[in-house]
T-cell receptor, first 116, second 115 residues
Framework: NAGVTQTPKFRVLKTGQSMTLLCAQDMNHEYMYWYRQDPGMGLRLIHYSVGEGTTAKGEVPDGYNVSRLKKQNFLLGLESAAPSQTSVYFC???????????????FGQGTRLTVV | AQSVTQLDSQVPVFEEAPVELRCNYSSSVSVYLFWYVQYPNQGLQLLLKYLSGSTLVKGINGFEAEFNKSQTSFHLRKPSVHISDTAEYFCAVSVGLQGAQKLVFGQGTRLTINP
């Protein structure tokens, strides 16, 4: 039972390079999220999805794009990486239909990204 | 907008001592509150959650939290900590976001257990 799996776990990019982070969940969850974690700032929502084929912006979406072509996958893209995007990225998923606020979110192990 | 404040960024305690990690949230009509734990180099996992009912919530690994509506607090406690409790702890509040749930996190509290 894998839960939420993120790849890669570590990556170093040069400024201006692009990359895609992959998140896969096997719990048949409708909702998926991308957060970034920075020291002293907790986790901040980048983008989220309420179902296959839908995506929406969170609090800090600039410089990122996402896609959810399949229900189980949620991709986060950086088109032109900047040092300010150095962070730990977490994917999460949760069960829910409609406005369900009381469900647990399940997190992946994180991707540590360094942009030099 | 909903917000969460964790009052201590770091809490050092000795093994077998009690601990309290403090969390305050901004007021709202309906509040769903969570505590997550992050062990070194791992993702977050749920410790406990408050949805409704009893204000004292028990979670995994001997942790509990008390919801206090008048003080808008949700402090996490454990009567006797172990070295394995060394981790970062996040308080979070759930808010609605265009049909989905969004977790708003506090800044985190790093709990260090000394032998």
């Amino acid at each position: 039972n894998a839960g939420v799996t993120q790849t890669p776990k570590f990556r170093v990019l040069k400024t201006g390079q692009s990359m895609t982070l992959l998140c896969a969940q096997d719990m048949n969850h409708e909702y998926m999220y991308w957060y970034r974690q920075d020291p002293g700032m907790g986790l901040r929502l980048i983008h989220y999805s309420v179902g296959e084929g839908t995506t929406a912006k969170g609090e800090v979406p600039d410089g990122y794009n996402v896609s959810r072509l399949k229900k189980q996958n949620f991709l986060l893209g950086l088109e032109s990486a900047a040092p300010s995007q150095t962070s730990v990225y977490f994917c999460a998923s949760s069960y829910g239909t409609g406005q369900t606020l009381n469900t647990e979110a399940f997190f992946g192990q994180g991707t540590r990204l360094t942009v030099v | 907008a909903q917000s969460v404040t964790q009052l201590d960024s770091q809490v050092p305690v000795f093994e077998e001592a009690p601990v309290e990690l403090r969390c305050n949230y901004s007021s709202s009509v309906s509040v769903y509150l969570f505590w997550y734990v992050q062990y070194p180099n791992q993702g977050l996992q749920l410790l406990l959650k408050y949805l409704s009912g009893s204000t004292l919530v028990k979670g995994i690994n001997g942790f509990e939290a008390e919801f206090n509506k008048s003080q808008t607090s949700f402090h996490l406690r454990k009567p006797s900590v172990h070295i394995s409790d060394t981790a970062e702890y996040f308080c979070a509040v759930s808010v609605g976001l265009q049909g989905a749930q969004k977790l708003v996190f506090g800044q985190g509290t790093r709990l260090t257990i000394n032998p």
